[in-house]
């Protein structure tokens, strides 16, 4: 079993239907999530999170996103670690002014 598991920007992308891949409810996102904002909000979580740029979630093959690559945690759950990250990312959105 991996040690790791990845998350897709459209995992967290409140503009994405969960039909088309949105992994959290939607009041727990944010609109036009970039990976490099989910690296950041992972490692202020604590995460140690990688960028793989030049991935594409195979639901929305058209677009190249990439990825972040999160070590799994032994009492954290992966649909857990999204809704965590979800909320970082609308705390950092609020800091920044941005919606």
């Known amino acids: 079993m991996a040690d790791h598991f990845y998350v897709y920007p459209a995992y967290l992308d409140a503009k994405i239907a969960r039909a088309d891949g ?3 409810p ?3 996102t944010v609109g036009d999530v970039t990976s ?3 690296v950041q909000a992972a490692r202020r ?7 793989e ?3 594409q979630y195979p639901r929305r093959f058209f677009t190249y996103a990439g990825r ?3 070590p799994k945690r032994a009492s954290v759950s992966k649909a857990a670690a999204l809704r965590s990250l979800g909320a970082e990312l609308q705390k950092l959105r609020a ?3 941005k919606k």
């Open 26 to 28: 939607r009041s727990d």
């Open 36 to 38: 490099e904002e989910i």
């Open 45 to 51: 979580l604590g995460w140690r999170a990688e960028v």
């Open 68 to 70: 972040v690559k999160l």
């Open 22 to 24: 949105r992994r959290v």
């Open 53 to 55: 740029a030049e991935k």
């Open 95 to 97: 800091q920044a002014g």
